[in-house]
């Protein structure tokens, strides 16, 4: 179960424990979805209409864009940046699911609300991942630009890619897009566990549903992804292009490049350029992702936490 449960039965976990439950789903959960990520953000940054009537941009859509990154790039292409993408899959995992048990356990020795009720997971939810998003958000800045990058590489490791931003732009260039990710981080993930506490209740009160915890989790995740994605989309294109601010050397090769001053300029500049269209380029692939992503993650979550519990109860019976 997902958040602080007074009633459930059995020994109680940690924050520690979720942490390092959180943090396991996100690795495996990263290692099964980053080429999906990879063509998002390439469709995230063309600044051509991503459509196979309009064939001026580089990729049209999802078949054409792998199969273009396989041709030029090879089967590799498609986990560039796996390795501070898995860095920030962990890390995030761990700081949001703590941080989610930590405040479903204040709201319930604090305050008078239930805290297995979805409009607590909504708030709980969205402050937990503003709470990872500022811890890891280095991570997801190195993540996007070695994903965005083509051939040649602009940055050859981790460790020359934190070398060069900080010698060329400085500490806050970690940071670019901070901004419009704890815009769409708060609403993003609140849903996420809002939908996901909901599609939970609504399928347990189906008792054939209820006793398949693990594909019960799979589909309400997949569900609650889908649904959040689409409603703060918008606010993750938005990031993806103010991330890769100075790093235009390694995009020209895939089009046009635009120049941002800040989140508002960003978003005026497209709406302006490229139409409402262009506030959704990539939602295709990132839908898929989210699905697969955000089921994946509480499958896992709820799998590991299950397990550890389970270790727990054989010690303490011993």
Not at 15 to 42: F, H, Y
Not at 157 to 175: C, E, I, K
Not at 200 to 221: D, M, T, W, Y
Request: proline share 5%.
């Amino acid at each position: 179960m997902v958040g602080f449960d007074p009633g459930a039965p059995g020994v109680v976990l940690s924050p520690e424990e979720a942490a390092l439950a959180g943090s396991g789903a996100g690795m495996v959960t990263r290692a099964l979805i980053n080429p999906l990520d990879v063509v998002k953000i390439r469709f995230q940054l063309q600044i051509e209409r991503v459509s196979y009537l309009h064939p001026e941009g580089k990729y049209r859509g999802l078949l054409q864009a792998s199969r273009c990154i396989l041709r030029e790039e090879g089967l590799p292409a498609f986990w560039k940046g796996h390795f501070p993408a898995q860095l920030l899959s962990v890390c995030f995992g761990a700081v949001q699911f703590a941080t989610f048990e930590f405040l479903t356990e204040a709201v319930h020795t604090s305050t008078p609300y239930d805290s297995q009720t979805a409009g607590i997971h909504l708030i709980c939810g969205g402050l937990s991942a503003c709470s990872a998003t500022l811890v890891c958000q280095p991570l997801d800045t190195l993540r996007t630009r070695f994903a965005a990058q083509g051939e040649p590489k602009v940055y050859h490791n981790l460790r020359h890619a934190v070398s060069t931003m900080y010698r060329t732009s400085g500490p806050l260039s970690f940071y670019r897009g901070l901004a419009p990710t704890l815009v769409a981080v708060f609403p993003y993930a609140g849903l996420q566990f809002f939908f996901y506490r909901l599609f939970g209740q609504l399928l347990s009160k189906n008792s054939e549903a209820g006793n398949s915890g693990n594909l019960r989790s799979l589909l309400c995740g997949s569900a609650a992804g889908v649904l959040s994605k689409t409603m703060t989309y918008p606010f993750d294109l938005f990031k993806k292009r103010l991330q890769v601010g100075g790093f235009e050397e390694a995009r020209v090769q895939f089009g046009e490049i635009r120049h941002y001053r800040g989140f508002v300029d960003c978003m005026v500049q497209i709406g302006k350029e490229e139409g409402p269209r262009g506030f959704f380029k990539g939602l295709s692939p990132s839908l898929v992702k989210a699905a697969f992503s955000t089921g994946f993650t509480f499958f896992w979550y709820e799998l590991f936490l299950n397990a550890m519990k389970n270790l727990k109860e054989k010690q303490r019976t011993k």
